[in-house]
């Protein structure tokens, strides 16, 4: 009896410490949450501590979490798991990679705004602003891009790296306005952004998507992969998946809005690719289920030296003030929710062509049509054409200028004729000389004798 006892009581020993193995063994934790170190020669939990831990009570919390005693020796090339949130944080900023227009600063605690410029380094607490018709570009230490539209208010809450672990937290905080971002593109294991909102919270691991804020409404469009989108209803985050060509809203104190198919990109294959004037005209059609047009008018094909933004419910676009040069338009449908669809590039060139310059005139001043001339000499003028260097004089008996009685080449505006071709009625006029032609000439006048 004793002996089935003591088997019992063995059997339910091992069951339990079965159960507790299987509650904290770490392999069934999310491995993106640990970090699996290899112990190296002459490694201790205190080394480990000094190396990458954030605080020393982490000693016996980590010994905990291994089933391993703190007196007992680590072996070189035993694996151990290092919950990340035990890991040093090391700080981390953001390189600004482009700036356009207005564009501004201010970093915590201080309240003065200082201009942004290309190269600058941005850190945690500090707020960017960009306004109209400007923009920024920043560079995160994970690869990850953001571009940051015109009219809009960010602010980065957190950036750095886990120690030992490699992998990059960035926190970023959107106001106002939009942004689009490529976040994590190496796709590197355990890297997380995320872009929160007055309204909601987009979170990803490696993916392409844009963030709006208006108000107390929050917008979420996926250009690639996927994004986890959250909102807090009743005290309760409500979280959704949105894929890529899908998007959702948030209202403040509500849960996303299931996905929403984001609206195709316009057809611009019709519109004009060279404009002979210095204003630009489109007209687009307006597709069911599409609210208004939004466009971008920029210099670059990259859209980071913007010219004019335009939103248009009429599908018509007009943009004055051009100069000869290439274009780049860049249009997106917005639905009724407010979410902007895939992008649509339309390139064209301006090439103004002025009028031709007004030939110049040449025309008689005297003798006035229909004078009396009794006797010689007779004294021709005419108006001077700075560019011509000779003309012809031309007399006849009648307007057609058949029966030529009298021609001649000269250098100047002015000619004195000794002859007098007796009596009767005479006509004249005057041409340009160019490679030895007459170009056109003169009206016609008449003398008489």
Same mark, same amino acid.
């Given at each position: 009896?004793?002996?089935?006892?003591?088997?019992?009581?063995?059997?339910?020993?091992?069951?339990?410490?079965?159960?507790?193995?299987?509650?904290?063994?770490?392999?069934?934790?999310?491995?993106?949450?640990?970090?699996?170190?290899?112990?190296?020669?002459?490694?201790?939990?205190?080394?480990?501590?000094?190396? %990458?831990?954030?605080?020393?009570?982490?000693?016996?919390?980590? !010994?905990? %979490?291994?089933?391993? @005693? =703190?007196?007992?020796?680590?072996? *070189?090339?035993?694996?151990?798991?290092?919950?990340?949130?035990?890991?040093?944080?090391? *700080?981390?900023?953001? /390189?600004?990679?482009?700036?356009?227009?207005?564009?501004?600063?201010?970093?915590?605690?201080?309240?003065?705004?200082?201009?942004?410029? @290309?190269?600058?380094? =941005?850190?945690?607490?500090?707020?960017?602003?960009?306004?109209?018709?400007?923009?920024?570009?920043?560079?995160? !230490?994970?690869?990850?891009?953001?571009? +940051?539209?015109?009219?809009?208010?960010?602010?980065?809450?957190?950036?750095?790296? %886990?120690?030992?672990?490699?992998?990059?937290?960035?926190?970023?905080?959107?106001? @106002?306005?939009?942004?689009?971002?490529?976040?994590?593109?190496?796709?590197?294991?355990?890297?997380?952004?995320?872009?929160?909102?007055?309204?909601?919270?987009?979170?990803?691991?490696?993916?392409?998507?844009?963030?709006?804020?208006?108000?107390?409404?929050?917008?979420?469009?996926?250009?690639?992969?996927?994004? !986890?989108?959250?909102?807090?209803?009743?005290?309760?985050?409500?979280?959704?998946?949105?894929?890529?060509?899908?998007?959702?809203?948030?209202?403040?104190?509500?849960?996303?809005?299931?996905?929403? =198919?984001?609206?195709?990109?316009?057809?611009?294959?019709?519109?004009?690719?060279?404009?002979?004037?210095?204003?630009?005209?489109?007209?687009?059609?307006?597709?069911?289920?599409?609210?208004?047009?939004?466009? /971008?008018?920029?210099?670059?094909?990259?859209?980071?030296?913007?010219?004019?933004?335009?939103?248009?419910?009429?599908?018509?676009?007009?943009?004055?003030?051009?100069?000869?040069? /290439?274009?780049?338009?860049?249009?997106?449908?917005?639905?009724?929710?407010?979410?902007?669809?895939?992008?649509?590039?339309?390139?064209?060139?301006?090439?103004?062509?002025? *009028?031709?310059?007004?030939? *110049?005139?040449? $025309?008689?001043? $005297?003798?006035?049509?229909? !004078? +009396?001339?009794?006797?010689?000499?007779?004294?021709?003028?005419?108006?001077? +054409?700075?560019?011509?260097?000779?003309?012809?004089?031309?007399?006849?008996?009648?307007?057609?200028?058949?029966?030529?009685?009298?021609?001649?080449?000269?250098?100047?505006? @002015?000619?004195?004729?000794?002859?007098?071709?007796?009596?009767?009625?005479?006509?004249?006029?005057?041409?340009?000389?160019?490679?030895?032609?007459?170009?056109?000439?003169?009206?016609?006048?008449?003398?008489?004798?």
């Amino acid at each position: 009896m004793k002996f089935a006892t003591y088997c019992i009581g063995v059997l339910l020993l091992a069951m339990s410490f079965s159960s507790f193995a299987n509650v904290t063994r770490p392999e069934n934790v999310n491995q993106e949450a640990i970090w699996l170190y290899t112990v190296n020669q002459d490694d201790s939990f205190e080394i480990i501590y000094k190396k %990458y831990l954030n605080k020393r009570a982490n000693i016996a919390e980590l !010994a905990k %979490y291994n089933q391993h @005693k =703190l007196t007992k020796k680590l072996q *070189p090339g035993q694996v151990i798991s290092i919950p990340v949130e035990m890991l040093k944080k090391i *700080p981390t900023s953001a /390189q600004v990679l482009l700036v356009y227009g207005d564009v501004q600063v201010a970093s915590a605690p201080a309240i003065e705004k200082r201009k942004v410029q @290309k190269g600058d380094f =941005l850190t945690q607490g500090d707020t960017l602003e960009t306004g109209k018709n400007s923009l920024a570009k920043l560079l995160f !230490a994970d690869g990850s891009n953001m571009d +940051i539209q015109p009219n809009s208010n960010l602010s980065i809450q957190a950036s750095y790296k %886990y120690v030992g672990k490699e992998t990059y937290v960035t926190h970023l905080k959107l106001v @106002k306005g939009r942004t689009e971002v490529t976040a994590n593109p190496e796709h590197v294991a355990g890297n997380t952004l995320q872009v929160e909102t007055p309204s909601a919270v987009a979170a990803v691991r490696g993916t392409q998507f844009r963030v709006g804020a208006e108000g107390d409404i929050a917008l979420q469009e996926t250009l690639d992969g996927r994004v !986890a989108f959250s909102a807090v209803e009743n005290g309760v985050v409500q979280e959704i998946l949105i894929a890529k060509g899908y998007g959702s809203v948030a209202e403040k104190g509500k849960a996303p809005s299931p996905p929403i =198919l984001l609206p195709d990109a316009p057809d611009v294959s019709a519109l004009p690719k060279l404009i002979e004037q210095n204003i630009a005209n489109f007209s687009l059609p307006q597709p069911q289920g599409v609210a208004v047009l939004v466009s /971008q008018l920029a210099l670059d094909v990259e859209f980071t030296q913007i010219l004019n933004e335009q939103v248009t419910q009429s599908g018509k676009l007009s943009f004055a003030d051009l100069t000869d040069g /290439q274009y780049y338009l860049k249009i997106r449908a917005q639905d009724q929710h407010g979410l902007q669809g895939i992008d649509a590039i339309h390139a064209f060139n301006v090439m103004v062509r002025l *009028p031709e310059p007004a030939e *110049p005139v040449l $025309e008689l001043i $005297e003798p006035a049509d229909g !004078a +009396i001339i009794p006797l010689a000499p007779t004294v021709l003028s005419w108006t001077p +054409i700075s560019a011509a260097n000779s003309y012809v004089v031309q007399i006849a008996r009648d307007t057609h200028f058949v029966d030529i009685v009298f021609e001649r080449r000269v250098s100047f505006d @002015k000619l004195t004729i000794n002859q007098s071709f007796g009596a009767g009625e005479f006509y004249w006029r005057v041409a340009v000389l160019s490679d030895g032609k007459p170009q056109r000439f003169s009206e016609v006048r008449k003398f008489s004798r």
